[in-house]
């Protein structure tokens, strides 16, 4: 192998190592978008899990009232009568 030959091989593994560079920049460019968005997710999931307590609570709380048949009987019965 002649000193020619020798450098184009050099010059070929030294394109071949900063296109692998480029690449590994853009998939941590990448990564780092992904890790951003998946942080906003989790953020709005965790705003969602709070929401759903709240609702299952006024949920629990209107159907507690409405299974409360005779309560809502006899004060409807008293509007009624008058009392």
Do not use: P, W
């Amino acid at each position: 192998m002649n000193e020619n030959q020798f450098g184009v091989l050099l010059e070929d593994i030294l394109d071949r190592v900063k296109a692998i560079a480029e690449g590994q920049r853009v998939m941590e460019s990448k990564l780092h978008n992904m890790e951003n968005k998946l942080h906003n997710i989790e953020s709005d999931v965790k705003q969602v899990k709070s929401d759903v307590k709240v609702i299952k609570s006024y949920l629990g709380a209107v159907e507690d009232g409405l299974n409360d048949h005779e309560r809502r009987l006899l004060i409807l019965e008293k509007r009624v009568s008058g009392c």
